[in-house]
């Protein structure tokens, strides 16, 4: 994730601990860190995305996980001490015993965060959420009105997310919009970011679309349209932070954005620059993101670098437990699981050796790791050091001699 907010503004944040070093939970460096984990309960869903990455459909699927599994997935999780499960699905509120988990997480210590498309909070499942301490809800919405509607393939989305939305702030539950840019939605970011403001919404993550699922038949945002976004969501921070209103306002799955954001400040000679540049270095991008910084367990218990990277498998959790597969205890995964971590420990000559395409001599290397390794491993046939795709940066940026160390 790259915090816009706090980067180009200064503004502390409730994350910079786990992502830049920085603050009173710092970690000593950023792969050391315990995996965000991603956690899909169920892939049943009553809405059908075009963007779907798990592909999930109002159906039953067979080999979910137990409730008794499901337990002792949560008490694994806690005693390892990951910073933050990340709850999803499908839609986990469909889940028949989504909040005896969400009770069972909290009472285990667990910072939890709900992913979900917002149509099933009503007034009384938003009050427990805030009951059981919930740390936030991320609601995904990909347009106003119809165009969200058209995403989701169901008339009527658009205005039930907006009541999950307003019923979780009536009772003061911590909300944030998750959209997907993608070539469908990109030209209406304006009108979402005030749809941001009017819903007095807290945090809000960009994601940059990766081919997955359904996803797949979508198309990653060009290099024009990737900078125009960057650049009005930037916009949109200065604005936010003049009036004093601290909003978190994140990117997701494209690492090149720090980079970007630091050609843009040197450009304009930036007062930030300098602490800027400090904390994407330290953060590493990709190469502590995926397999190292984030991982997932799916709705059949098999666990993955993270959500997306499902035609990787490094265990089962009904089989060994999540805590001893990330730690390389899975003889049969143990050497994909390195080669996906030693990215970002290479040598520059090592690396350069190995990548290849437009990575191959980029001079940000340090501060975007190499894109989103997956992405990249989907457009290279499983190659994980090919280039990633959805890079937007031009090659004079790429050579920009701020990069170097």
């Known amino acids: 994730m790259i915090n816009l907010t706090k980067l180009w503004t200064g503004a502390a944040q409730p994350a910079d601990g786990l992502r830049y070093g920085h603050g009173s939970d710092a970690h000593r460096t950023a792969d050391t860190r315990k995996p ?24 039953r699927y067979p080999g979910e996980l137990t409730w008794k599994e499901m337990e002792t997935v949560v008490a694994d999780l806690a005693a390892y001490g990951v910073p933050s499960l990340l709850l999803s699905g499908g839609e986990p509120m469909i889940h028949s015993r989504f909040f005896d988990l969400v009770d069972k997480a909290s009472q285990a210590g667990l910072k939890l965060t709900i ?29 106003i009105g ?42 209406n970011i304006d009108r979402i970011l005030d749809f941001i403001e009017e819903q007095e919404i807290q945090r809000v993550c960009f994601y940059h679309l990766v081919p997955a699922g359904r996803g797949s038949e979508l198309q990653v945002l060009g290099a024009d349209e990737a900078r125009g976004a960057i650049d009005t969501l930037i916009t949109r921070v200065e604005q936010w ?13 494209q690492p090149a954005d720090g980079a970007y954001l630091l050609v843009r400040m040197e450009r304009e000679n930036h007062p930030n620059l300098a602490e800027a540049r400090r904390l994407l ?20 218990g098999n666990v993955h ?18 805590s001893e597969i990330w730690e390389g205890a899975n003889p049969e995964s143990a050497p994909m699981l390195n080669s996906i971590r030693s990215i970002g420990r290479l040598s520059p000559e090592d690396r350069q050796s190995r990548l290849s395409g437009p990575c191959a001599d980029c001079q940000w290397f ?22 990633d795709p959805g890079c937007y940066l031009r090659e004079g940026e790429r050579q920009n001699a701020l990069a170097v160390a």
């Open 366 to 387: 340090g501060i975007c790791g190499g894109g989103f390794r997956t992405r990249a491993a989907f457009a290279n046939g499983g190659d994980l050091w090919g280039s």
């Open 241 to 253: 932070h003049a009036q004093g209103i601290d909003r978190e306002l994140l990117t997701v799955t």
């Open 146 to 187: 119809r165009i969200h509607d058209e995403f989701r393939r169901k008339e009527g989305a658009f205005d039930a997310a907006v009541r999950g939305f307003k019923n979780c702030h009536e009772v003061g539950q911590k909300t944030g919009l998750r959209l997907t840019l993608t070539r469908h939605n990109v030209e």
């Open 305 to 322: 670098p993270d959500q997306f990277w499902q035609s990787v498998t490094l265990g089962n959790v009904k089989r060994m437990p999540f």
């Open 115 to 143: 992913s979900t498309n917002g149509t099933l909070i009503t007034e009384e499942k938003a009050a427990l959420l805030k009951a059981a301490e919930v740390a936030y809800v991320g609601i995904s919405l990909d347009g």
């Open 36 to 59: 965000i984990t991603v956690w899909n309960i169920t892939r049943t869903c009553n809405l059908r995305c075009v963007h779907c990455y798990s592909d999930s459909n109002a159906a």
């Open 281 to 300: 270095a330290w953060n590493g991008g990709g190469a502590n993101s995926s397999g190292r910084g984030i991982g997932n367990i799916d709705t059949q």
